[in-house]
């Protein structure tokens, strides 16, 4: 994957991708969320107020779950010309490709949203989608990276989704008794 992209790179392309990637960042993702919440809080809707909080936890969930991972893995970005093998714990941002985080953190926040409403979800899919091919395109993660941080970001959204399910349902279950 890597030298297809490295054979079809064009100057508009790439800045398109360095502003996809950016997109990727915590920031905007979290503005977003945090926006929608207020306006589905204020409008009074619990079931939109759920979803947009589910969003934001599987987001924070899966972003910290990378992070950890990064660290972990100490896998070198493609950027980065170093020997394969594993060398103990990094910080250093150049040694924290496995898994991408933006692609984590956007999957699972998009994935709330593609479980609580698959319509509106569907039509949000390629944002992730883009997030990863814009990580690999600026060569910050090889597929891999990319392929599991979806998985990741999937994971995390069941998980939080399972989560306030549960939780909703214990408390209509007392308020029923």
């Known amino acids: 994957m890597q030298n297809f992209i490295a054979q079809h790179q064009s100057r508009l392309a790439k800045n398109f991708m360095r502003n996809v990637s950016r997109l990727g960042d915590w920031t905007e993702h979290f503005a977003l969320g945090i926006t929608l919440l207020a306006i589905a809080w204020w409008r009074g809707n619990k079931k939109w107020t759920r979803i947009f909080l589910s969003m934001l936890l599987a987001f924070a969930l899966a972003g910290a779950a990378a992070r950890v991972v990064k660290i972990a893995s100490g896998r070198a970005r493609p950027s980065v010309k170093t020997e394969e093998v594993w060398s103990g714990l990094k910080f250093s941002s150049n040694y924290n490709a496995f898994p991408s985080g933006h692609t984590a953190a956007s999957a699972a926040f998009f994935a709330v949203l593609l479980l609580a409403n ?28 990319v392929v599991c941080a979806a998985i990741l970001g999937i994971l995390c959204a069941i998980l939080v989704e399972h989560f306030l399910r549960r939780q909703i349902e214990n408390r209509t279950s007392k308020i029923a008794n």
Do not use: E, K, N, T
């Open 118 to 145: 698959w319509r509106i979800g569907l039509a949000c899919l390629p944002i992730p989608i883009l997030i990863g091919f814009s990580r690999m395109y600026v060569a910050a993660h090889y597929l891999s990276d």
